[in-house]
């Protein structure tokens, strides 16, 4: 066990690395820090004594060493646009995201798991025929087009609700400035997160209607209508729990996709996010903008891929802890 | 190998489909917008490409049947006067294009890492899949994302217009091996321990010919399925790309450029810009995720999950 969990640490702090190393190149490459700072109007020979000041003349790994110490205490520069630290710029952004993605996953939570289960228990129901016809088309819809669509009808045709922004929000624990417990603010993130639920959704409900079918075909399944017990026993405790286990892999993966995604789904809601924001950066080559979302979305992506793998070594039995599954 | 449409006929994928309305209808579809778009040269009649034959004086008419139409425009023109016809006829050739050479690429490099990996197993078996583990779980828009704006902030957008079909079929193309490799290892897996497998080696093949040519032909069905969900998810990934500014220039449009271009239109009630393209994205889409699944259905890979 503690073996596995070493090994899963380390895997997670290499790719780590290999993605500061990444962003270090980046950084060196992208714009020039020194007429950020001074402009274009200080001589050259006070700008080689800045750059030696600023240790921009050291070998590539030592100035790689100093980026990665800084890391490590947060500091991952200051930003060239709004002349704060890049992570505090980001960390402002990061709730609004969040709240997409918390939102986002409702719908999907909601939807998914009675549709996938009634799917799998009545394949031949019209039902579950029309949802699986949704899903192709869902599947079939770019996000992005999903969103233009939601906003023509109805913010641009009906004009009921707001096409972009946050709306009102609270600020919960001092820090995080939430648009969910607001009534305003529910009807500005209704629209957004509900595009971002229509990639995902429509893969969970096969998900979930492939793996339960699977499971309601094996042998305990059948031992267990042969015992005679009821009917939602079998299907909600046996079945659907043993369902559960490739769901739960998937689910974490699809948590740093929705990240992508939500890139996109910002754009077109002009939501103050943290992919609106990189996008913003990216026009504006402000380059440690750049190199701080990397780390950060980075640090989400193995956080979350480490969480799952965890826990699903933690939870299914049949994984040997000791080494790789064979 | 003796093809012969005798044989074709027989065979129960021919029997499954024309038993199958939806692969049917898909298919006729979807060869006639590949058909059309090949064709655009030809039958389209305007060259959106030549900045000189548009004229902004002709921005924004509606498709025709709607009021204010003009006769020369079948389906209207974009906010710089472009024909919106001939647009989405070219339009959905690159889009095609893109997901074709990028699965192309994406094929090459998953199989041959694929087979590798499976055939010889052991160290550089597990490294090479954990790379594909950790390669998949940055999701290929995210990466595609963070490469292209990186790449244009770095030259600059204007020479990245001129390399942007390229690095988008790079992209995607590179970002998605696993898919390929982590499909093709479990077929060697499955087939390396299969007698034919043991008699050619006993024979003394090279190992590469062995892979090749009697490994290899035995994982076309798998290959077949996933191949058509990779293309149309190499096709939604550049369209999400363009749409964000960092695909095709609107100079040379895909179906994505075309979109984010209109989506500054549709607050003022030019809804054709966007919803044509649209439009057609999501048919083209659409019957290649069909006939994929029809596909899986017919060819029933046990392997591919």
Request: hydrophobic share 50%; proline share 5%; aromatic share 12%.
């Amino acid at each position: 066990m503690f073996a596995f969990l070493l090994r899963r640490f380390g895997q997670a702090v290499i790719v780590m690395l290999v993605i500061s190393l990444l962003s270090f190149s980046i950084q060196d490459q992208l714009g020039d820090p020194l007429r950020e700072l001074v402009g274009q109007s200080v001589s050259e020979e006070i700008r080689e004594q800045l750059r030696d000041k600023m240790g921009l003349n050291d070998p590539y790994l030592v100035q790689y060493w100093r980026f990665l110490k800084n890391a490590l205490q947060g500091d991952l520069g200051t930003s060239y646009f709004f002349k704060r630290p890049a992570l505090d710029v980001i960390l402002d952004k990061l709730p609004a995201t969040i709240d997409l993605v918390i939102a986002a996953t409702f719908w999907i939570l909601l939807f998914s798991i009675p549709v996938g289960i009634f799917a799998a228990i009545h394949p031949d129901h019209w039902f579950s025929k029309l949802a699986l016809s949704l899903s192709i088309l869902g599947i079939s819809i770019p996000v992005f087009l999903t969103a233009i669509f939601l906003i023509y009808l109805f913010a641009v045709e009906l004009g009921w609700l707001p096409s972009y922004g946050r709306g009102d929000t609270i600020t919960l624990f001092s820090t995080w400035k939430t648009s969910l417990l607001t009534l305003d603010g529910l009807s500005h993130i209704l629209l957004p997160s509900i595009s971002l639920a229509s990639v995902i959704l429509p893969l969970f409900v096969r998900l979930i209607r492939s793996e339960m079918m699977e499971v309601l075909e094996s042998e305990y399944i059948r031992f267990a209508w042969a015992k005679g017990l009821r009917r939602r026993r079998i299907w909600f405790l046996h079945s659907f729990k043993n369902t559960l286990l490739p769901v739960i892999t998937v689910g974490g993966v699809q948590i740093g996709i929705m990240v992508a995604y939500t890139i996109l789904t910002e754009t077109v809601f002009q939501w103050p996010g943290m992919g609106f924001m990189f996008l913003e950066a990216i026009n504006r080559v402000d380059t440690p903008l750049i190199v701080a979302y990397l780390i950060v979305v980075g640090l989400i992506f193995v956080v979350t891929n480490t969480v799952v793998d965890i826990i699903y070594g933690l939870v299914n039995p049949t994984v040997t802890l000791v080494g790789r599954p064979t | 190998m003796n093809f012969s449409l005798e044989r074709m006929r027989r065979s129960p994928v021919y029997y499954s489909f024309i038993n199958n309305k939806v692969a049917m209808v898909s298919a006729a579809i979807l060869s006639t917008l590949l058909l059309v778009s090949i064709l655009a040269p030809f039958i389209a009649p305007y060259d959106p490409w030549d900045q000189t034959a548009f004229d902004i004086m002709d921005s924004e008419y509606p498709p025709i049947g709607s009021s204010g139409a003009d006769d020369r425009f079948l389906l209207g023109t974009d906010d710089m006067g472009r024909d919106m016809l001939s647009t989405i006829l070219y339009g959905t050739g690159i889009s095609i294009a893109i997901g074709i050479f990028a699965t192309i690429l994406q094929a090459f490099m998953g199989i041959s890492i694929g087979l590798v990996s499976g055939y010889f197993g052991s160290r550089l078996d597990s490294f090479l899949m954990r790379i594909a583990d950790i390669q998949l779980s940055f999701t290929t828009l995210m990466v595609a994302i963070i490469i292209l704006a990186v790449f244009q902030a770095a030259v600059g957008l204007n020479s990245y217009e001129r390399y942007a079909l390229l690095m988008i079929v790079l992209v995607i193309g590179i970002a998605e091996w696993p898919q390929y490799a982590r499909t093709v290892r479990a077929c060697v897996l499955a087939e390396k321990k299969k007698e034919y497998v043991d008699a050619v080696r006993v024979i003394g093949l090279r190992p590469m010919r062995i892979l090749y040519r009697h490994i290899l032909p035995n994982t076309f069905s798998p290959l077949l399925v996933i191949s058509t969900v990779q293309v149309a998810n190499a096709i939604i990934t550049e369209a999400g790309l363009s749409f964000l500014g960092l695909g095709m220039p609107i100079t040379k449009p895909s179906l994505g450029s075309l979109i984010r271009n209109g989506f500054d239109y549709i607050f003022s009630g030019s809804w054709w810009i966007t919803f044509l393209p649209a439009l057609v994205l999501i048919v083209l889409i659409l019957t290649i995720n069909l006939l994929g699944d029809w596909l899986r259905d017919v060819l029933n890979p046990k392997i591919y999950k």
